[in-house]
């Protein structure tokens, strides 16, 4: 993961600024040629949300992020926006692409920069055409009955191909999401739709779906966990996710064969030798003498503990639930307005497994002075929620074996990524190494070796 000192660090961006109906572009003069624009963003916030703003501020123009062709090393990066505004700034001036010397823009980004003018590009999807944003007001309109406030009030947070994260505020004071998404993410619809229909309290269930965009509309349902709600916020979203585990319980095949991937506990020791194996390496990789290895055989002391505890929780019978895998306070809505009710969005880590596993990720969203106390209240506030289809030992059994278990959830994902080229990815070691030395204390955790040894 980035260090807080990271966050600091700035990418610049050269902006080739798309008007709606022309293939010529906006650019800076500067006496003897024509430059695109730059502007400068955190190098670890969303690339589109901060793009878009940074446009606003530097140029104001309201903008919708097209795409970013690539870079090659060395090289400036580029990014393709789509010009809202009626009006520019006097700074800027409109030519066309190819007057744009070499210096500026690559051959390759120049290259997919036309094809977008020229509308040739739908064969990598369609968020790439100009006036898609124009279609997805219109059909919000016929949907939802009402009028947007202005674009210039349109905020985008996630832009490519085939991908889409718009949000829409109305005239009323409302407010609807538009979301797309491709592969590898393009279950996540399905999943959602099954979600919303056995729980749709819990979610903010689509009102529209698109399926040549593969979107879906939805109502806004409440603000983030992570703006500024306290520790009673967390506790009922602990509440609302067991709610809506139990929901799920006798549902997981549906599930399933909407998208939600297999991660049973069985599945988690059955591929056991490649999750230590791979731990192994990325402890191999690593540089910082800021703390030390886990070495080879501490590892594999885990690794048995891991099985041990593999087995007793499957001994336990505990029922397999829906898990969210991208436990985040983004991903959790809190509405003051709906009996303080807590929803939760973005479906594309949905696994099949046991439901514990989520509480654990849960638990990791308390922090501050009283962690340790809160953490009791959590637990008592899951345990009540489960009583009468648990009994109190299975459920303290549980709580024992799942600091060790959802670490390695996180671990496997999907799973997918064990054989494939992202393995080697040094970001992904960065976190494996963290991960294991996570994994180590919960193993010498004495509730753990209590349960172990019964």
């Known amino acids: 993961m980035p260090t807080q000192n990271a966050t600091l660090e700035q990418i610049e961006y050269r902006v080739v600024l798309a008007l709606p109906n022309s293939q010529e572009v906006l650019v800076r003069y500067d006496g003897a040629v024509y430059r695109l624009p730059h502007v400068t963003i955190p190098k670890w916030a969303r690339p589109s949300e901060e793009l878009q703003q940074a446009i606003k501020r530097s140029w104001n123009l309201s903008v919708i992020i097209l795409d970013f062709p690539p870079s090659p090393e060395g090289a400036p990066r580029c990014v393709v926006a789509q010009v809202h505004s009626l009006h520019h700034s006097d700074a800027l001036t409109t030519v066309e692409l190819d007057q744009l010397p070499e210096s500026e823009i690559t051959e390759q980004q120049r290259a997919m920069a036309q094809r977008i003018l020229v509308g040739q590009c ?9 006036g898609w944003i124009d279609e997805a007001i219109e059909w919000l309109h016929s949907e939802a009955g009402k009028s947007i406030s202005s674009t210039e009030d349109i905020r985008q947070y996630n832009a490519s191909a085939t991908f889409a994260l718009v949000r829409f505020p109305m005239q ?11 592969a590898p993410n393009a279950h996540e619809l399905a999943v959602t739709a099954a979600l919303s229909k056995l729980c ?5 269930p689509p009102i529209a779906v698109r399926r040549d965009w593969n979107a879906w509309l939805m109502r806004e349902a409440g603000r983030p966990l992570e703006t500024d709600f306290g520790f009673l916020a967390l ?11 139990k929901t799920t319980v006798g549902s997981t095949e549906e599930l399933r064969a909407a998208g939600a991937v297999e991660q049973r506990v069985g599945v988690l020791r059955a591929h056991f030798s490649e999750l ?3 731990l192994e390496e990325a402890m191999a990789q ?11 055989q501490r590892l594999s002391e885990i690794g048995l503990i891991f099985q041990d505890a593999c087995l007793r929780m499957e001994d336990l019978g505990i029922p397999d639930a829906v898990i969210h895998g991208d436990m985040n306070r983004g991903n959790i809505l809190f509405d003051l307005f709906d009996d303080f009710h807590c929803r939760f969005i973005d479906w594309s880590e949905a696994y099949i497994g046991n439901p514990f596993v989520s509480f654990q990720h849960l638990l990791l969203l308390n922090t501050g002075e009283l962690r340790e106390t809160n953490d009791l209240r959590l637990k008592q506030a899951y345990r009540r929620a489960w009583l009468g289809l648990l009994d109190p030992v299975q459920i303290d059994a549980a709580f024992a074996l799942m600091p060790l278990l959802a670490a390695a959830s996180y671990l496997y994902g999907r799973g997918d990524w064990l054989r494939s080229s992202r393995r080697n990815d040094p970001q992904r070691q960065s976190y494996a190494r963290s991960l294991a030395r ?17």
């Open 122 to 130: 739908g064969e990598r999807g369609c968020f790439l055409h100009r």
């Open 172 to 182: 009323d004071g409302s407010a609807y999401w538009l979301k797309a998404t491709g």
């Open 200 to 204: 749709p309290e819990y979610l903010s």
């Open 235 to 245: 506790e009922q979203a602990v509440v609302s996710m067991s709610e809506l585990q």
């Open 276 to 278: 230590f194996n791979y």
């Open 286 to 296: 690593q540089i910082s003498t800021k703390v030390p290895r886990l070495e080879r």
């Open 438 to 454: 996570h994994m180590d204390r919960a193993a010498q955790a004495p509730e753990l070796q209590e349960v172990l040894c019964h």
